[in-house]
């Protein structure tokens, strides 16, 4: 059953995705370009799908503070510091890799895709 916070919840959750500076934000991001979803980072972080919608929520941690804003998100919610650090880090890299590539990626599968018909037919 759906409750007022509930629905509430849900509904910043969504909108946290749009915000660059939430957890939200950059941990959709991931989900996207894996092709997973909020039960399967909720799974990592062994936690339920509420506490997920709650870390969208959170500012993403600084460069500088980054450990112990971590901390600080990990213990809010009662979960593993390793694993939200390990997957706020995965986040930031597969983010940041794609935005790099976003523009050559189709020009590096057409150079992967010439290579191997140049290759196919010798």
Known sequence: MMTDETV???SA???ARQEPWTLGCLLSGLADIEGTSGSDIAAELNCDSET???IFLCRR???H???QEVERIAARFSLDVKRLAGLVRRADAVVALAAATHDTSES???AARDRQDREDKT
């Open 52 to 54: 997920v919608h709650w």
């Open 8 to 10: 509430w919840l849900d």
């Open 65 to 67: 503070c980054f450990a």
């Open 61 to 63: 941690p600084s460069e």
């Open 13 to 15: 959750a969504r909108r």
């Open 108 to 110: 590096i599968l057409l």
